[in-house]
């Protein structure tokens, strides 16, 4: 077994109070991930428990919570599993967790309130798949591939935890996010066979294609309108870029959960090379980056202190939009220097 994998396992096993999180405003990979691990941990738990009782051995069942700060996306609530996530504003245990399991979370600060639920004593383990990750947690997994779904599969399996059809689907959903449906650089050979074997347990693409990248309110939709028939274009820096108000967002009946996958919208734009999409949320604005050929977007992310990929990433700050973009622009121009 992977020696970091082999020491994460490690951790969970001596663990009683764990707790599972992701980032906020959580997409397909931080959901996907985190279900599938909160429904290997409870196998583990049977696991330890039979193992126990066979030794005559007393054993503490684990207490496992997934709770994220923000709702569970509609677009999500398909998955089987997903009632299992909870959301911090109505989490009212006095549990205090000694293991925390960050997933798909470049820094501390991207899990929001919910960091609020570690003590002194709550060890951190930090699973993720940006470059830009800061290595936040007591231990680390870091590997640039497509996502931390696929980080999940590959612990997983080498834990010896056996695949089921909700760890499956879970798990398929958070890759097929992160890959675009396999249609990002990102997908691989190992992608295509991690997939078909999720396949195997049951999982229908079509279904979750269908309910995930093809359901979309009205709002949505006319968001998209929106964007497409107004979005700018800065010819010198090959940037096609939009920014959206809360007062907008709310026009349009949308929300910001409606805003996903606009930046790659953008950049589909035949003579964009990078897209931005900006939104105003709760007196900050939050930034996704997508480049298509060989402008590092994680590199512009970072001038607001985001990060993530590459060709993919994201960034919050209290800047303006005009700010942000005459930055953005002259730093484009100068070709980083």
Same mark, same amino acid.
């Given at each position: ?13 001596? =663990? *009683? ?15 996907? =991930?985190?279900?599938?691990?909160? $429904? ?19 054993? !503490? ?78 231990? *680390? ?29 879970? $798990? ?38 269908? *309910? ?10 006319? $968001? ?11 010819? =010198? ?28 919208? $953008? !950049? ?10 900006? #939104? ?10 997508? =480049? ?26 209290? #800047? ?9 622009? #002259? ?7």
């Amino acid at each position: 077994m992977n020696n970091k994998f082999s020491k994460i396992l490690e951790v969970i096993k001596r =663990s *009683n109070r764990i707790l599972i999180t992701g980032h906020t405003s959580p997409d397909g990979d931080a959901i996907g =991930s985190g279900l599938a691990l909160l $429904l290997a941990i409870n196998k583990l738990n049977e696991t330890l428990k039979k193992e126990a009782e066979g030794k005559d051995e007393i054993y !503490l069942d684990k207490t496992l919570r997934f709770i994220l700060e923000d709702e569970t996306p509609k677009n999500l609530k398909f998955l089987t599993h997903s009632i299992l996530i909870e959301e911090f504003e109505n989490y009212n245990s006095k549990y205090e967790f000694d293991l925390m399991i960050c997933l798909d979370s470049g820094n501390f600060d991207r899990i929001g309130k919910v960091g609020q639920l570690k003590t002194e004593g709550t060890t951190v383990i930090n699973i993720d798949h940006h470059i830009s990750n800061d290595r936040f947690g007591n231990y *680390n997994y870091i590997e640039d591939i497509s996502s931390t779904s696929e980080i999940l599969y590959n612990f997983i399996k080498e834990a010896g935890i056996e695949l089921d059809h909700g760890i499956a689907e879970s $798990l398929y959903t958070g890759i097929v996010n992160d890959t675009g449906n396999f249609k990002h650089s990102n997908t691989t050979k190992k992608v295509f066979k991690i997939a078909s074997e999720l396949v195997e347990y049951g999982v229908e693409p079509n279904e979750i294609i269908k *309910n995930f990248f093809n359901t979309k309110s009205m709002g949505k939709l006319k $968001l998209t309108g929106r964007v497409l028939s107004n979005f700018k274009f800065a010819d =010198s820096q090959k940037l096609a870029y939009y920014y959206i108000s809360e007062a907008e967002l709310a026009e349009l009946g949308a929300t910001k959960d409606d805003t996903s996958g606009l930046g790659e919208l $953008l !950049l589909s734009y035949e003579d964009a090379s990078v897209s931005l999409f900006l #939104k105003e949320d709760k007196g900050y604005i939050k930034g996704s980056f997508r =480049s298509k050929y060989t402008v590092d977007v994680n590199a512009l992310a970072g001038i607001f202190g985001g990060g993530g990929h590459i060709k993919a990433a994201g960034f919050k700050t209290d #800047k303006s939009f005009h700010e942000i973009l005459d930055i953005i622009i #002259k730093n484009m121009s100068s070709g980083g220097k």
